[in-house]
């Protein structure tokens, strides 16, 4: 127990040891939240005051739940197996699939990842005769998730105007479709488990009486179905509640775009009445002149709820700032600094390199790939998304659900076994006709076509009795073999990376089986029998069964179904790069939660970040940087940022601005170290125009004068950072200009009119 306490500060002591009520941690970035949460959850058991499998703790990564697992048994003696430890998503799939006849769905339910949400979309709308330039798809999806994060089916929808009451009616069409197909989209596996709790009291009973404590890591990113989750597992305002132990950061959320609701901080304060509201202010993390960045910046934003940090480590070495004349110059720096810091012994995985915009990483991999680093992208393409290892899971999703109409199309005709365009279309209007999946609807479809498809029937069949007895590795290998895949891409030109990946799968299956827990031999698909009485059963007063979910997963859940769920849920984790020490490329928002010893951030450019599109936004700006925020504190010991003039970005150049938020943080903390570009560009409010014009110098001239001829492509000589006044929006100051000739457009922002992107050929525009 010593061990457990002794490494803590009073604050962090007096949360861990909190008695059994509802409580915050407020603290920034850095003060040991997520270290008090994982050694509370060590001391509850340790005291003996809840068994494991009392506690279920959320945390946002798959990554972070690991993690927590992994310092939780070197911690503690006892197995933490019962202990529900996860992501939203990913607890609300093990209480779906332990629950799975309760909530009408189907054993072997599969997760719709967002790619194949969209297809789904799309699909329906053809259907339904939808014009979808005037319903686009993706708004389409928008509106689904967005509904779905706040609770609400189609009937509880107010929809304002005609667009909104048919998207409405498509939103119903979507869910009878997902149910049809026994398939559930993201947000769909939180409502569903939200919507069963609350109808079904003996099991919402039942999980309230067994989980004594609930801890919650990341609150301020909650969205409100969350919260309204959480709060129905805790029992609140009930005899039984559970003791509901939150700790986040307000000046840390980030994910308003996704519904969360930063609101649910006070809400949880009022609602709860929490009386245990404990601040940390001490920070562990970062060296002085990191934290004080970060303090700085954080400072501009209004309505925080109000907290500091220190540190006792001395102010280690300045923040370094880099001005790039373009991102291909802004990558090779990056090199130079991280190849410098290896040098003094830094190890790759402990550099980050971070970036707003995933498309920003091209060039840094490029150049990476060039110098011969090796590197790791987070949530980038992700291996269970590349085109040749989803059509091999949509094979094995056939096998364990055929009515799975998106793993049907995408692979009934892949490999090419002539079924075509026309088969299809009779298929379709089949499965409309009798409301039934494609694969149901097989029979229907006569003459050529219906037996060209009845032979991919027999193929799935043929695999699922063939895979039978045998273990997850071998189905998967039988699977890419049967499939015809493996076949298919010898024979292609470029295969040899793809087979590659699909034989990658196999290694990947082993490793999910070792992993979860499932036996080596274990056959791949179980029957229902075997789960059932794989765990105990609980009856209650009505004869309601309640399986209690204390049986872990892999009695619940086939290996298969099992491993296609995690192949689903694993967004935006980092791709298995077995035993590879390799620095670490992110988004600035997969990056919360991480520390690193170097962290390099950039693109920090007007219109990058912040991002163009917070200025469309209510408090947009504050949000991004709140994102800063989280990016610089991710550093212990070096921080690095950069900009850069010129940008390559979707095809086009860009001329920036270096980002407002250099102008947030204290000067005695930062070293510039542009050599080429001297201080009167940071100093004065000149643009880039301005600054490459006085630079002087051989290649800093080229560059130059290219800006400079780009630049006055763009118009009548118009400049970045220049002031201009507009008959309808009043004076503005161009921010960007994007383009050229008569194509040239120009960002402007017009202060109480907002941000406006011209066409300067049109615009009428008066020098100021
Ligand atoms: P974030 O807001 O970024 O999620 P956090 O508040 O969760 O940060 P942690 O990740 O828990 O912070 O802790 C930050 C670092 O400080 C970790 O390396 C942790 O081990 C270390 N740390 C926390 N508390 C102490 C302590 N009392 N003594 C020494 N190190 C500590
Ligand atoms: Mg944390």
Redesign the pocket.
């Known amino acids: 127990m010593q061990n457990l306490l002794h ?3 009073p604050e ?1 002591l007096a949360a861990v040891t909190l008695p059994a009520q509802s409580a915050l941690i407020l ?10 949460l994982t050694t509370r959850i060590a001391w509850l058991i340790q005291t003996g005051q809840v068994s494991p499998s009392g506690i279920m703790a959320v945390t946002f990564t798959n990554k972070a739940a690991k993690e927590m697992l992994t310092r939780l048994s070197a911690m503690l003696p006892v197995s933490t197996r019962g202990m529900w430890i996860g992501t939203f998503h990913g607890l609300c799939n093990r209480f779906l699939r332990t629950h799975y006849r309760d909530c009408a769905l189907p054993q072997t339910f599969q997760i719709l990842d967002s790619q194949d949400q969209l297809s789904m979309i799309k699909r329906l709308l053809k259907a339904n005769n939808i014009d979808d330039e005037k319903y686009p798809p993706k708004n389409l999806m928008y509106f689904i998730n967005n509904a779905k994060d706040q609770g609400l089916r189609a009937n509880r929808v107010e929809a304002h105007d005609p667009i909104e009451r048919k998207m409405v009616e498509l939103y119903e069409l979507y869910d009878n479709q997902c149910q049809r197909e026994g398939v559930v989209d993201f947000a769909e596996l939180l409502l569903r488990a939200y919507e069963l709790l609350e109808r079904n009291q003996p099991l919402r009973e039942h999980y309230q009486a067994r989980f004594k404590h609930i801890l919650v ?2 609150f301020q990113d909650t969205n409100d179905l969350q919260y309204n989750l959480l709060k129905l597992l805790a029992g609140h305002g009930q005899q039984v509640a559970g003791a509901l132990f939150a ?1 986040g ?1 307000d000046d ?1 959320s980030i994910y308003a775009f996704r519904g969360a609701n930063v609101g649910n901080m006070s809400a949880f304060e009022r609602e709860f009445r929490v009386e245990n509201l404990i601040k ?1 202010e ?1 920070n ?2 970062s060296h002085g002149h990191i934290l004080d960045s970060a303090n700085h910046l954080i400072a501009n934003n209004s309505k925080r709820l109000g907290k500091n940090l220190r540190t006792d480590a001395g102010h280690g070495e300045p923040v370094r700032i880099y001005e790039a004349s373009s991102d291909l110059e802004e990558a090779q720096w990056i090199i130079e600094e991280a190849k410098s810091l290896m040098a003094e012994g830094a190890l790759r995985r402990e550099i980050a390199i971070l970036y707003r915009s995933n498309a920003q990483s091209r060039v840094i991999e490029h150049a990476l790939f060039a110098a011969g680093l090796p590197y790791t992208v987070y949530g980038g393409q992700r291996y269970f998304q590349r085109a040749e290892v989803k059509h091999a899971i949509a094979y094995l999703q056939l096998m364990d659900n055929p009515h799975n109409d998106s793993a049907f199309l995408r692979v009934v005709n892949f490999p090419t076994r002539g079924i075509g365009m026309r088969s299809i279309e009779a298929l379709q209007a089949a499965a409309e006709q009798y409301g039934i999946s494609l694969y149901a609807a097989v029979p229907y479809v006569a003459g050529k076509s219906g037996s060209s498809l009845n032979s991919f029937v027999k193929l799935v069949e043929g695999a699922r009795f063939e895979t039978q007895q045998l273990a997850l590795p071998e189905t998967v290998r039988l699977v890419l073999e049967a499939s015809g895949l493996l076949q298919h891409y010898q024979n292609e030109k470029e295969g040899a990376d793809r087979i590659e990946n699909l034989e990658q799968m196999v290694n990947a299956a082993t490793q999910f089986v070792q992993e979860e827990g499932f036996g080596q031999g274990a056959p791949a698909y179980m029957g229902p029998k075997a789960q059932a009485s794989a765990g105990e059963l609980i009856l209650d007063g009505d004869g309601t069964e309640i399986i209690d979910a204390d049986i872990p997963l892999n009695t619940i859940m086939s290996p298969l179904s099992a491993f296609l769920s995690h192949a689903s849920l694993e967004a935006g984790d980092a791709q298995a790069q077995a035993g590879q020490d390799a620095l670490q490329l992110m988004t600035v928002h997969s990056a ?4 690193f010893d170097a962290v390099f951030i950039t693109g920090l450019e007007e219109g990058l970040f912040p991002h163009e599109s917070s200025s469309r936004e209510m408090d947009g700006v504050d949000e991004e940087r709140r994102l800063m925020y ?1 990016a610089i ?2 550093a212990r010991k070096r921080l690095y940022m950069s900009f850069t003039q010129t940008r390559m970005l979707h095809g086009q150049t860009r001329y920036n601005m270096k980002s407002r938020f250099f102008d947030e943080l204290p000067e005695d903390a930062l070293k510039w170290i542009s050599p080429r570009v001297q201080s009167h560009w940071f100093g004065n409010k000149k643009s880039a125009w301005d600054d490459a014009k006085f630079s002087s110098g051989g290649s800093d001239n080229k560059i130059a004068q290219q800006i400079a001829q780009k630049a006055a492509s763009g118009g009548p000589g118009w400049r970045i950072g220049e002031s201009v006044e507009h008959a309808k929006f009043g004076e503005g100051v161009i921010v960007n200009i994007e383009g050229g000739g008569s194509n040239a457009r120009a960002q402007i922002n017009f202060g109480k009119a907002g941000m406006k992107v011209l066409d300067l050929s049109v615009a009428k525009l008066e020098r100021v």
């Open positions: 490494n803590l500060n962090q603290a920034g970035a850095g003060s040991g939240k997520t270290r008090v890591d990341e700790v950061d840390q940390l001490q562990y993390r919360k939660g991480l520390e989280v504190t991710r």
